[in-house]
């Protein structure tokens, strides 16, 4: 017997269910979640105003209005050297994720910035 409603696994067998994962999913694999990556913008700050405003909506959790600070306050190229930084290290994919990609979606749609997903669909252990 399975866990999931009767509705999605009808959905999951007639193929009209898309899955959408976000870095919740990623932590799993110990990647950073949304707030580990404003945690290391937050790091690179300057300004100590600018600083005070991130680490405020940080601990508030308003993690999209952080994310969105994190754009105004870094150049693209700044963003993408975080960004590797953070998501460029090999990472082993969970079980329970390999599975959850190999159920019958429609489709995926990822929200970060990793592979995670990409590489347990390919069924390889390491990104």
Request: proline share 4%.
């Amino acid at each position: 017997m399975h866990a999931l409603p009767d509705a999605l696994v009808e959905r999951l067998r007639n193929r009209q269910a898309v899955l959408v994962a976000g870095a919740g999913c990623s932590e799993l694999a110990d990647l950073p979640g949304w707030a580990a990556l404003v945690q290391s913008f937050l790091e690179r700050v300057a300004g100590e105003a600018d600083k005070a405003a991130l680490d405020d909506l940080l601990q508030k959790g308003r993690i999209t209005s952080a994310l969105a600070l994190v754009r105004e306050l870094f150049p693209d190229w700044m963003l993408g050297d975080v960004l590797a930084d953070a998501y460029g290290k090999s990472v082993q994919v969970p079980d329970v994720i390999r599975t959850v990609a190999h159920a019958p979606w429609r489709g995926l749609i990822a929200t970060t910035f990793d592979a995670l997903w990409a590489t347990a669909l390919a069924d390889d252990a390491e990104v």
